[in-house]
């Protein structure tokens, strides 16, 4: 292979080294609807979610961290999911008041709560447990 040839081969790998750059990865496709709950409090929250009419899964959260709540969609860039419920004991008490909340999940291509889900926050006033989201 003589030099012309290696430079014309060199300029058209940068070309399509280019060109890939510029095109969305598969990464970047959205791959499921996500929703994260954080809390406001000072100790772990047990709750449960649902997707649809599916079972209830039981979660907790506790300070300082995210409980991820993930919808997988059937291929890429689908974004639609079943909705998402919360079911929680808003009374801070001995006795068991279950307080269930429709919550939204945004699509997203990451598990980054911050940058690409939908964020909820437990909080407690006049004793009470809250979820609310950070546009409330």
């Given at each position: 292979m003589n030099g012309a040839h290696c430079k014309y081969l060199a300029g058209a790998f940068v070309l399509l080294a280019a060109l890939a750059g510029s095109l969305p990865a598969t990464a970047q496709s959205k791959r499921f609807a996500l929703a994260c709950v954080s809390t406001l409090t000072d100790h772990k929250i047990n709750f449960e979610y649902r997707w649809g009419d599916e079972d209830w899964t039981?979660?907790?959260v506790g300070p300082g961290k995210w409980q991820?709540?993930?919808?997988?969609?059937n291929r890429p860039n689908e974004n639609r999911s079943p909705p998402l419920q919360v079911r929680y004991d808003d009374d801070m008490?001995?006795?068991?008041?279950?307080?269930?909340?429709?919550i939204e999940a945004y699509a997203a291509s990451s598990e980054n709560c911050e940058d690409q889900g939908k964020t909820y926050h437990f909080y407690v006033e006049d004793g009470e447990l809250f979820l609310s989201d950070d546009e409330a």
């Open positions: 039981a979660a907790s991820l709540l993930m919808w997988r969609y008490s001995k006795r068991t008041n279950y307080a269930i909340t429709d």
